[in-house]
């Protein structure tokens, strides 16, 4: 029998990410004397990218900022968010719990996130979990990215898994919208960085808790594609 395969987005889906990201955010545009940015200012931004964070920014200031700065700014981003990536960032309830049970279980585990893959290896590694994942892949690993399904099945190949027994589980239209390119199934839950409701993103199920999670893969794995 082939081994089930869970991939985890990991921004707004295993880690409440949004402190440590907003934190770095804000003191890069500092810089700019611009007043510091909240999560409600931000939304699903938090989930797109520091690029798309940085913009937004701008824009709500009514600031104009072009390529070359957004470029330089970027690259000052990553290297404060690497320094300080997991200082109020923790795993979202349950997570640790139901990782550690599907990986007792037999289960392999893989991450397939937008966030660049150095960044997402730092970050798992540094919230002590790494070594539970068969792949890590981030939104530059290839040459596409969520929502571009290639992306889940290159995971999935790392992985060793099959599609017919993997499951996307993740909070935004990216992760649920890449699991239909892909061809496999996906749980989305409610408590990421959407600024949709997880129950309009077309995922085959919704939670609200890790503590439903293996209800549903349970589930989704009984029946057919």
Same mark, same amino acid.
């Given at each position: 029998? @082939?081994?089930?395969? $869970?991939?985890?987005?990991?921004?707004?889906?295993?880690?409440?990410? #949004?402190? %440590?990201?907003?934190?770095?955010?804000?003191?890069?545009?500092?810089?700019?004397?611009?007043?510091?940015?909240?999560?409600?200012?931000?939304?699903?931004? $938090?989930?797109?990218?520091?690029?798309?964070?940085?913009?937004? @920014?701008?824009?709500?200031?009514?600031? #104009?900022? %072009?390529?070359?700065?957004?470029?330089?700014?970027?690259?000052?981003?990553?290297?404060?968010?690497?320094?300080?990536?997991?200082?109020?960032?923790?795993?979202?309830?349950?997570?640790?719990?139901?990782?550690?049970?599907?990986?007792?279980?037999?289960?392999?585990?893989?991450?397939? @996130?937008?966030?660049?893959?150095?960044?997402?290896?730092?970050?798992?590694?540094?919230?002590?979990?790494?070594?539970?994942?068969?792949?890590?892949?981030?939104?530059?690993?290839?040459?596409?990215?969520?929502? %571009?399904?290639?992306?889940?099945?290159?995971?999935?190949?790392?992985?060793?898994?099959?599609? @017919?027994?993997?499951?996307?589980?993740?909070?935004?239209? #990216?992760?649920?919208?890449?699991?239909?390119?892909?061809?496999?199934?996906?749980?989305?839950?409610?408590?990421?960085?959407?600024?949709?409701?997880?129950?309009?993103?077309?995922?085959?199920?919704?939670?609200?808790?890790?503590?439903?999670?293996?209800?549903?893969?349970?589930?989704?794995?009984?029946?057919?594609?």
């Amino acid at each position: 029998m @082939t081994q089930r395969l $869970i991939i985890f987005d990991l921004d707004g889906t295993l880690a409440d990410t #949004a402190p %440590d990201l907003i934190a770095t955010l804000n003191r890069i545009t500092a810089q700019f004397d611009l007043p510091p940015m909240a999560e409600t200012n931000l939304g699903n931004l $938090i989930g797109q990218g520091a690029r798309a964070m940085i913009a937004r @920014t701008f824009e709500i200031n009514n600031l #104009a900022i %072009d390529e070359r700065q957004l470029d330089e700014l970027f690259d000052q981003f990553l290297a404060d968010y690497a320094a300080n990536i997991a200082v109020k960032t923790r795993l979202f309830d349950g997570a640790l719990e139901v990782i550690t049970d599907l990986r007792q279980s037999g289960d392999l585990l893989a991450v397939c @996130t937008n966030k660049t893959e150095a960044l997402a290896r730092l970050l798992l590694e540094q919230l002590g979990i790494a070594q539970n994942f068969s792949a890590i892949t981030g939104g530059n690993s290839f040459t596409f990215k969520k929502p %571009d399904g290639r992306h889940i099945l290159e995971t999935i190949k790392i992985a060793g898994g099959e599609p @017919t027994s993997s499951i996307m589980v993740g909070d935004s239209s #990216a992760d649920i919208q890449a699991a239909k390119n892909a061809g496999i199934r996906s749980i989305a839950v409610t408590f990421g960085y959407s600024d949709q409701p997880a129950e309009s993103l077309g995922a085959d199920v919704v939670i609200s808790a890790f503590d439903e999670l293996h209800t549903a893969i349970d589930h989704l794995l009984k029946t057919k594609p």
